[in-house]
């Protein structure tokens, strides 16, 4: 075949009208002005315009949004008049149907034997599946990031101190609770900076803990005391689990510390009362036995000068028992609820005066009951009773030179209230607030009283049942007034 021949051939297999006219990118050529000269078949298709009313009577900036066209003018332009090119910029194009199309714009600038640019060759690519997709990525980033701020919302609402690091162990994230403990600036806080907070006791014991499970990676659970940004040492339980990429790789650890003190102290109490009960129990059965042990010598001489007092002191430590066993069971009634009142309307004074009696019998104190002899309330009248005498044994106990207690009762607007006035010592106003606490024990010049710590607990609780309050007036030197409050109406 000859030369001519495949020239011939060429011109009939390669028609490049027909291939710029359906090429499946748009192809636009526009004067300086931006008037639209040349154009192809598939651009008109995708603006939904033909070439009569398109041609030397639509500019390129026609089809152009608002934004576009600023960016066409102010950017573009220039860009092209200096490059002489411009590559993959994204328009959106206005069709006559009022939809939007997506292109990706790439352009060349024809210039004229000066130099100048005369007209611009353009190619537009359909971008619109790639918009799509960049639309979707920016919505899926937008609701991650919207649930990022969700989750250290609620991370910053806990009380506990949130915590994650990475999988050596590097703080990388602490929340807003965590920051306020420590004092952290800026929300930032190294692995060796909250080693150091922790209790010099309890340092060694989590580090190795901490250590092995970054090893591992087995979940973390270790009970220590941090110290707090006043220098305060707190009990909290610390907690951790590794978070694993699907290839079983640790990607991350997440943490938290919750404040356990109040329990901490709570079993540090119960301890001590069990310590406490046991010896308040022991030492009166300790004393029952022995004089049980010298009566059964004796038993073979009734007549004998020391029996009647050897019983008197019997019976003495077995009430002190049934006391103790008392409280116990009262203060298991109280925990579980099943502490029962039996209401009815009584005479006050009555009630007082009976509380009385075993004082006035035993010890030399004068007590002055002062209030209306006639008025009455609606309560437990065993319950009131045994507040009442638990308020005077207490004013007996703690203050045996005072010689004189008075009880005083009056109506008030909506209550009646209940007062047992001595002149003893007085207690320190710190310790105040702890009287009514459950295992709460007072001591007086260096020294504490035997008890439980449960009796002004107990009487709190059925007061409090009674829908009334219970407090204490005190000052040093002055004696104490400890009172009560019961509801005029029905409670």
Known sequence: ?????????????????????????????????????????????????????????????????????????????????????????????????????????????????????????????????????????????????????????????????????????????????????????????????????????????????????????????HDLRLENHNGEYKWHLVKSVPHYSEQQEILKWFGSCTDINDHKLALTKKDEFISVASHELKTPLTTLMGILQVLERLKSNPSAPMLGEFIDRANKNAKKINSLVGELLNVGQLTAGQLRLNKEYFNIHELLDNCCQYVRTEHAFEIVIDGDPELQVYADAGRIEQVVVNYINNAVKYAPNSGSLTISFSKLTEDIKISVTDNGPGIPEEKIPYLFDRFYRIDHGGSQYAGLGLGLYICAEIVKRHGGRVGVDSELGKGSAFWLTLPITKY
């Open 1 to 221: 075949m000859t030369s001519e021949n495949v020239k011939e051939l060429l011109i009939r297999v390669i028609d490049s009208e027909a291939l710029y006219q359906q090429a499946p990118c748009g192809y636009i050529t526009f004067t300086t002005d931006g008037t639209i000269i040349r154009i192809n078949q598939t651009l008109l298709s995708w603006l939904g315009h033909t070439a009569e009313e398109t041609l030397y009577i639509k500019k390129f900036g026609d089809f152009l949004s608002k934004g576009g066209q600023i960016h066409y003018e102010m950017f573009f332009r220039p860009m092209l008049n200096v490059s002489g090119s411009v590559k993959e910029l994204s328009y959106e194009l206005h069709t006559k149907q009022g939809t939007v199309f997506h292109v990706l714009f790439g352009a060349v600038a024809i210039k004229d034997d000066n130099g100048q640019v005369i007209a611009v060759n353009a190619i537009l690519t359909d971008n619109t599946d790639r918009k799509h997709y960049e639309q979707e990525l920016l919505l899926a980033r937008n609701q991650a990031e919207k649930e990022k701020r969700n989750l250290q919302f609620l991370a910053d609402l806990t009380p506990d101190l949130i915590w994650t690091t990475t999988p050596d162990g590097e703080i990388d994230y602490i929340n807003a609770r965590f920051a306020d403990y420590f004092q952290v600036p800026g929300r930032t806080f190294t692995q060796d900076q909250f080693l150091t907070r922790i209790h010099q006791d309890d340092r060694a014991d989590f580090i190795t803990a901490w250590a092995d499970k970054l090893k591992c990676g087995d979940p973390l659970s």
